[in-house]
């Protein structure tokens, strides 16, 4: 609302921005106004008009008004074509002339001054429109004042004007009240013409804006008149008919069977509604939606769902049924296990009990623990709470993780040991899930990193990939590395290659680097493994509403 104020206080100005094709359009049609009263002041002084009409006190006065006044007017109208020229002089410099030209022309008459005075009540009502208030009043009150002065004039030179002062105070009046008529007229045009635009604007973003939406949304959408021509459609349904020519798309060309199911529609047979259709061997299968478009129905939209996504999504939402079942089931299962590993617990210390059983017992304990560690990782899954990034310093937090880790677990510092390629290593994640996946990948290089008859050397390393690239954490072991066709799977729940293992801690890490934004993957090299977690930078996750920084940053 601010520049419609500010347009309708200051007017035109010098420099005019604001509807100024409009503003000159308007100038255009006030010059031809004043080409037309030059004209008539052409006619009264050359024109033989009847005595009774007219009479011309200054012949020669008024010849010379005329013929000045009718050349100024068309170098002003020539003037005024040129887009370059400041729309505030001309307007001035044309008011001034006719404010100058009718004080003559009503000095060179005798009959019909009141006639050619009032011809500048117009004139100052389309100035009003273009200049300032303040400007038009000047050049109003200027006009008035002229007028007297003429009129003054006249009754001390020949004493023959028949006019009364009132006359010419209703005149000078009738200036005042038009500019002020004028000036609100334009300031209400300003404002309209402001407003006009704002919402041509926003009607034109939010064109582009449903353009968009309708062009990136994956169900198709085809908008199709009676005689089966496509007007429009999105990148969907172009993908769903196969990328057919976009010249002139016709529907039973590219979709014969979509075009009959149409027509079944329009005829009212809604047998076929749901049964999908096949448009070709390489596409997929459609199931097709109809609406009619607007009140004439000429137009028809069609929306083109592919049965691929909609059985995926159904496929993901049975997982995720799947995965609360999973959760249930892993917690009533935990009582019945805690009571069979207690039994086998006391029938291990039992002093009567037989080596061959003994073996038996210490079988299903170490199931149980197998068991026990499946039914943790699937509940810690199942009730993962949201992560919660911070900024830290990855160099640090990697020296305080391995000394944790060490006195943790009772590890020497030439099995575990820390690496660090700089001491400010940026990054956003939370702590304590970096925690978790970090703790899972060191307790397989353990397990798993060593080769026969070794122990475990592992590194845990921070550094940054490249000069500008993301910080990195990786997990580096001396083992025999892991298989290529193994490792494509590592990541998948369930799948382990210890008769002990859950399956189920490298799948839990990478679901946690995920929901940080960050990547975890394994990278094979000579001489052992290495799972590299590369991290979100922090400058493009420090601004997202939540995030808060770690003291280990600091």
């Not at 200054?58 to 008004?65: D, E, M």
């Not at 062009?215 to 769903?240: C, F, K, P, S, Y």
């Not at 069979?340 to 009990?353: F, H, V």
Request: aromatic share 6%; proline share 4%.
């Amino acid at each position: 609302m601010s520049e419609i104020a500010q347009a309708g206080q200051d007017g035109v100005g010098d420099d005019v921005s604001t509807g100024d094709d409009a503003l000159r359009r308007e100038q255009y049609f006030f010059t031809l106004y004043r080409m037309l009263v030059a004209a008539l002041f052409a006619l009264v002084a050359f024109g033989s008009l009847p005595d009774d009409w007219v009479t011309l006190s200054r012949p020669g006065l008024a010849a010379g008004v005329a013929a000045a006044y009718l050349v100024c007017s068309l170098l002003l109208l020539l003037h005024g074509r040129r887009q370059d020229r400041p729309l505030f002089g001309q307007v001035v410099a044309g008011v001034v002339l006719d404010i100058l030209a009718t004080v003559l022309m009503v000095h060179s008459v005798t009959h019909l001054q009141t006639g050619i005075a009032m011809a500048l009540i117009v004139t100052f009502g389309a100035a009003a429109v273009l200049l300032p208030l303040r400007t038009t009043l000047v050049l109003a009150i200027a006009a008035g004042l002229l007028l007297l002065v003429e009129y003054a004039l006249a009754r001390m030179g020949t004493g023959l004007d028949r006019r009364s002062l009132i006359e010419i105070l209703v005149c000078a009046l009738g200036y005042l009240a038009m500019t002020k008529l004028g000036d609100m007229m334009g300031r209400q045009m300003r404002e309209t013409h402001v407003l006009a635009e704002q919402r041509g604007a926003e009607v034109e973003s939010l064109a582009q804006i449903n353009e968009l939406v309708i062009r990136r949304m994956r169900t198709g959408v085809l908008v199709v008149d009676v005689a089966g021509i496509v007007h429009l459609h999105n990148e969907a349904a172009w993908h769903l008919l196969g990328q057919p020519d976009t010249d002139r798309l016709v529907l039973g060309d590219v979709a014969t069977e979509l075009a009959q199911r149409l027509f079944q529609w329009r005829m009212g047979d809604e047998r076929n509604g749901d049964k999908p259709i096949h448009l070709g061997p390489d596409l997929p299968d459609i199931i097709p939606r109809f609406a009619g478009l607007g009140a004439s129905n000429e137009l028809f939209v069609i929306f083109l769902d592919d049965t691929s996504l909609v059985s995926r999504r159904a496929e993901e939402l049975t997982l995720a049924n799947l995965g609360r079942l999973s959760a249930s089931i892993a917690h009533e299962i935990r009582n019945p296990l805690a009571a069979i590993s207690y039994s086998a617990q006391l029938l291990e210390e039992s002093p009567d009990l037989p080596d061959a059983d003994r073996r038996l017992v210490e079988i299903v304990l170490n199931h149980c623990q197998r068991m026990n560690g499946i039914i943790e990782n699937v509940l810690n899954l199942s009730r993962r709470e949201r992560s919660r990034p911070e900024s830290i310093d990855a160099a640090q937090w990697v020296l305080r993780f391995v000394e944790e880790y060490r006195t943790n677990h009772y590890i020497e510092s030439t099995q575990l040991k820390a690496a660090s390629q700089g001491r400010h290593l940026n990054a956003m994640v939370d702590p304590q899930q970096l925690d978790q996946v970090v703790s899972c990948l060191v307790q397989n290089a353990i397990n798993h990193g060593h080769l026969p008859g070794e122990s475990a050397r592992i590194t845990v390393a921070a550094r940054r990939l490249g000069e500008n690239g993301p910080t990195v954490i990786e997990v580096l072991d001396r083992g025999p590395g892991i298989p290529p066709k193994v490792a494509e799977t590592i990541f998948e729940p369930f799948v382990t290659t210890h008769e002990h293992g859950t399956g189920l801690g490298l799948y839990i890490a990478r679901q946690l680097c995920d929901a940080n934004q960050a990547k975890l993957e394994y990278v094979p090299m000579a001489g052992g493994s290495c799972f590299r977690i590369t991290l979100a930078h922090a400058q493009r996750l420090e601004n997202l509403p939540g995030m808060r920084h770690s003291a280990i940053a600091r």
